[in-house]
Structure formats: C-alpha cells, structure tokens
C-alpha cells in the first residue's frame, strides 16, 4: 500500500552541463512509447502497491513540462483508477521555464495537476547559460505569471548557489528576485560537481572556477536570513514554505513512508525493500511491454540500516524526529540505538532534544551531511 507515486519523465531538450539525472536530449520521439509504458507499468503494480489511496503524486525527471497535458491527464486518470486519491490530493508537475506556454498551463490544470515546480536556478542570464539552462531570466519570469494566471496557487521554484563565478551579491539578487513574486514555496541547492557531467570534466581540466567553501556557506546562510525575512519558513534542509504549502511529496520520502517510483531508472520503498526500475528509457518501455516490471537493483533492508535510514532522513526536516512516534514505528526507544551518536552530537552543539523532539540545531544545518554520517 503506498501513500505517493512518483513518475520519472526523461526527457530534456538539452542537458544542463551540471546535471547527472537520468535523462536524455532528443530521445522525445519515444514519448508515445514511453507513455504506454508508464500506463501499464501502473497496471502491472497494482497488486502489490494499491490500496490506501495516494496523498501524492509527482512528475519528476528530466522535463515533465515536456510530456504533452493529455498524456499527463491519461497518467492522473490511470493512477486515480488504480490507486486511487486521498482528499486533497497533491499532483505536483515539474516544469523547466524554456518549454512552457499559457495553454500549456491551463491544460495541465484541467488534467488534475495542482503544484508547480519550476527550474529559475539563477536571476542573471550569463549564470543560466553558463549553466547550459534553455531559458533565460525573463522567461522563468514569464512562466510564472501564465501559471499564476492558468490559476496555480501552488507554486514553487529551484534556485541554485554556489555557481562558477557566483558572488555573493549575485546570490542574493536572485533570492530577492525570486521573492518578488511571492512564492507559496522555494528550494535552493548548492551546486555539486557531479562524476559524468560536464562540469566535472571542466573542473578537472581547471577551467570551472568555483566559489571557495567559505563563500558556499554564507551563500546557505544568507539563502535562509533572507527567506525567513520574506516570512518563508524553513522545514527541510534545502525547502522553504509558507503556512501550508510544504511539498507533501518531499515530506513521504523524508518520513520514510512506502511511495511507488515508476518510469526509467525511478525508485519505489515499499514492504521493507527499495528497488529501482531499468535506468534507460527504451529498455523499460520494451520489457514492461513484454508484461513485467523491470527491477534493476532491489535491496531488503536490515531492520537496523532501515532504522538508520529513516534517522537521517526524519532530520533533515527541521521538526525533527518525534520521540514517542519513533518507538511506535520502529519498535526501538531512539535512545537505546542511538544513545551515543545523540550524547556526542549534542555535545557538538549538532543535535538538540525538545519537547519530545530530536532534531537539527540551526548550527548544524550547513554540516547536515557530517551529522548524517554518524546514522549510516
Ligand atoms: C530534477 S531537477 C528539476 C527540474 C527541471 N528538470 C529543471 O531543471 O528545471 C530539481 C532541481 O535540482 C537542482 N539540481 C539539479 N542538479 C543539481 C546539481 N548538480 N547541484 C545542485 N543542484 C542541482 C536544480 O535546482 C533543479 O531545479
Ligand atoms: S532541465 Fe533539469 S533534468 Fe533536464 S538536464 Fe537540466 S537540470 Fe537536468
């Protein structure tokens, strides 16, 4: 019984130069293929995901934004009939600046989508094209006046830090930027060089000047004065909201709770086990096809790594972990397993006990993953 579901779209029109997701350029004529895939993939895993109706679904990848909305209404209507929706459902699409336009938008509304997400990353076009983005500033702009004016009201948008050249300054004009359009939702990420991308080979060879770590970290923290200041609330790590607008289907993931990913290369946790499908596009499409569900790596996890996991990631919410709760779960007192990890990183000044609460002290917040670490 799962309570999200996640649908990967793998499509790009260009790949950013930074980006490692599982996703292709010029692969959108498989579109058609695909989406008969993602029907009956859904199909094919009812019998051991359906039940409970779903508090979310997500189109993730790659570029959703590029499915066309029949295809996308198709995908509701199918996970409706099979899994069926809670009250209120969340129906989160996320959408790149550069391949959107007004009808787009209401399209996607009329076919059940109700969250947006869109790509700005940077407010300066020589970031964004430095970055490989196919859209420039005025158009993320644009974009989110057609979705306001389609009638999206849940609306969010990604920023990037930490860019090559990035000053300061610059940071903090596309925070404020952003905050112009008084969004209900914002996440920001300091970039990460990944193995693969282009960027990596750049960086390698000397010619990626990237800020130093000391400019990364006041880049975070200023990243979250300002936002308080604009009344946006951190909860996660890296995602900040209004009153209720938190993303629901990040919160599944870091409540560690059963979500079934379908598409290529997508990850489902359920029964104890977390498995992923066939990471390329055209191999998926073909084997579910043949009638089965391509599982690339399938692990059951250890009760005490899964209780390890589900540490670390209840403590990138900001909420923290609530003690009682955990013991109901996992049928362990947090303190009998994890007694010494939170006597020294409270010690640190890293962790704090409230209130019932375990979680991360303001402090600890650009040092997350050293936390993390002591859970794994
Ligand atoms: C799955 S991508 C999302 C959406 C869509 N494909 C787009 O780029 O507009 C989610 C977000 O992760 C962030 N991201 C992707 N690669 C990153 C990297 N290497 N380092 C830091 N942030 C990254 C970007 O802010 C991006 O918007
Ligand atoms: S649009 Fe998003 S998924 Fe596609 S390459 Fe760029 S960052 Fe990656």
């Given at each position: 019984m799962i309570e999200g579901l996640y649908l990967h779209i793998p499509f790009c029109q260009r790949r950013c130069f930074y980006c490692d997701f599982n996703t292709y350029e010029g692969l959108e004529k498989s579109i058609p293929e695909y989406h008969q895939a993602l029907l009956e993939d859904m199909r094919l895993s009812a019998p051991e995901a359906a039940g409970g109706g779903l508090k979310s679904v997500f189109f993730g990848g790659g570029t959703p934004s590029l499915l066309p909305a029949d295809l996308v209404a198709g995908l509701v209507g199918r996970a409706r009939g099979i899994f069926g929706f809670e009250p209120g459902v969340e129906i989160t699409l996320e959408a790149n600046p550069g391949t959107v336009t007004p009808e787009k938008f209401r399209d996607l509304l009329r076919a059940g989508v109700n969250r947006l997400s869109m790509g700005f990353q940077a407010a300066q076009d020589r970031h964004l094209e430095s970055l490989g983005r196919v859209h420039g500033a005025a158009d993320s702009l644009q974009a989110w006046e057609w979705a306001r004016r389609a009638g999206f009201e849940n609306l969010s948008l990604d920023l990037m830090f930490g860019l090559p050249g990035q000053t300061l300054e610059e940071w903090e004009e596309s925070l404020k930027?952003?905050?112009?359009?008084d969004p209900p939702h914002l996440s920001f990420y300091g970039l990460t060089i990944e193995k693969g991308t282009r960027y990596h080979q750049w960086w390698q060879s000397g010619r990626l000047q990237l800020p130093e770590e000391g400019l990364q970290a006041d880049m975070y923290e200023s990243?979250?004065?300002?936002?308080?200041?604009?009344?946006?609330?951190?909860?996660?790590?890296?995602?900040?909201?209004?009153?209720?607008?938190?993303s629901r289907h990040n919160q599944l993931y870091w409540r560690n709770l059963p979500t079934l990913g379908i598409?290529?290369?997508?990850?489902?946790?359920l029964e104890?086990?977390?498995?992923?499908?066939?990471?390329?596009?055209?191999?998926?499409?073909?084997?579910?096809?043949?009638?089965?569900?391509?599982?690339?790596?399938?692990?059951?996890?250890?009760p005490k790594k899964a209780r390890g996991e589900a540490a670390y990631l209840g403590l990138r919410m900001l909420d923290g972990i609530d003690l009682l709760e955990w013991k109901d779960r996992q049928g362990v007192e947090w303190e009998e397993e994890f007694g010494e990890q939170t006597k020294n990183l409270t010690k640190r000044g890293?962790?704090?006990?409230?209130?019932?609460?375990?979680?991360?002290?303001?402090?600890?917040?650009?040092?997350?993953?050293?936390?993390?670490?002591?859970?794994?």
């Amino acid at each position: 019984m799962i309570e999200g579901l996640y649908l990967h779209i793998p499509f790009c029109q260009r790949r950013c130069f930074y980006c490692d997701f599982n996703t292709y350029e010029g692969l959108e004529k498989s579109i058609p293929e695909y989406h008969q895939a993602l029907l009956e993939d859904m199909r094919l895993s009812a019998p051991e995901a359906a039940g409970g109706g779903l508090k979310s679904v997500f189109f993730g990848g790659g570029t959703p934004s590029l499915l066309p909305a029949d295809l996308v209404a198709g995908l509701v209507g199918r996970a409706r009939g099979i899994f069926g929706f809670e009250p209120g459902v969340e129906i989160t699409l996320e959408a790149n600046p550069g391949t959107v336009t007004p009808e787009k938008f209401r399209d996607l509304l009329r076919a059940g989508v109700n969250r947006l997400s869109m790509g700005f990353q940077a407010a300066q076009d020589r970031h964004l094209e430095s970055l490989g983005r196919v859209h420039g500033a005025a158009d993320s702009l644009q974009a989110w006046e057609w979705a306001r004016r389609a009638g999206f009201e849940n609306l969010s948008l990604d920023l990037m830090f930490g860019l090559p050249g990035q000053t300061l300054e610059e940071w903090e004009e596309s925070l404020k930027w952003a905050l112009d359009l008084d969004p209900p939702h914002l996440s920001f990420y300091g970039l990460t060089i990944e193995k693969g991308t282009r960027y990596h080979q750049w960086w390698q060879s000397g010619r990626l000047q990237l800020p130093e770590e000391g400019l990364q970290a006041d880049m975070y923290e200023s990243g979250i004065r300002i936002l308080k200041e604009h009344g946006l609330e951190q909860y996660e790590i890296s995602n900040f909201a209004r009153p209720g607008f938190r993303s629901r289907h990040n919160q599944l993931y870091w409540r560690n709770l059963p979500t079934l990913g379908i598409g290529a290369g997508a990850w489902s946790f359920l029964e104890g086990r977390r498995f992923s499908r066939v990471k390329d596009p055209r191999e998926y499409a073909l084997r579910v096809r043949e009638g089965g569900i391509p599982v690339e790596e399938s692990e059951r996890l250890e009760p005490k790594k899964a209780r390890g996991e589900a540490a670390y990631l209840g403590l990138r919410m900001l909420d923290g972990i609530d003690l009682l709760e955990w013991k109901d779960r996992q049928g362990v007192e947090w303190e009998e397993e994890f007694g010494e990890q939170t006597k020294n990183l409270t010690k640190r000044g890293l962790l704090e006990v409230q209130g019932g609460k375990i979680r991360l002290t303001p402090r600890a917040l650009p040092l997350a993953n050293e936390v993390f670490c002591e859970f794994v």
